[in-house]
């Protein structure tokens, strides 16, 4: 297979499987990020470990470089807008704290107060993945609501322009 249909058969693939937009914030040195993550999984039942890969051109992944922990927060289907500042904006350019409802969760990282389920974790080891960098996550926190309300997932917002070029 040629190299560009391999790309756009993975890239197909990929999509179908419409996997959930998860939100990751994280605070060092007094600075707050957090943006839009496509590219996280649990990887170990025990002990419990989950991965986030974040972009080395975004501003959360120049803070989560000097942080000691991340919260992951799962979006329900109807959180577009909060899919759209921190999916959509770069801190670069805004404060997307000022935009949404937040408060300091454990350690300082902050917790989007209107999600239906988050957790905050410790960042255990940081992989250099090429364009992007897995940040391996010990989960300390957090809250779940009920089961089977309805998650964002990425067909929802396959549309949205990343704030920042990867
Ligand atoms: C559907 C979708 C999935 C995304 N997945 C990721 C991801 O897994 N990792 C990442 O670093 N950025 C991802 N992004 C891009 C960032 O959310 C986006 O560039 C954001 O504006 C970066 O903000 P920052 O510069 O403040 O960190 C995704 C964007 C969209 C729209």
Redesign the pocket.
Known sequence: MATEDRTAVFDAVVAAADYP?LL?TVQADGRR????????TQVSVEPRRFL????K???????AQRAERLAVHVLASEQLSL?RL????????ID?FVHCDWAPGPGGVPVINTVPSWFSARIRDRYDFGD?VGILLEPEDGAASRRGAETLH?HA??D???????
């Not at 921190?86 to 350019?93: K, L, M, R, S, V």
């Open positions: 937009v990751v990020a957090g943006c839009l993550v496509g590219f996280a986030v890969g974040l972009s051109r975004n501003h959360t992944y120049r803070v899919a921190f999916g959509g904006e770069t801190g670069d350019d997307k992007h990425y917002v396959a949205l322009a990343a704030g920042h070029a990867v």
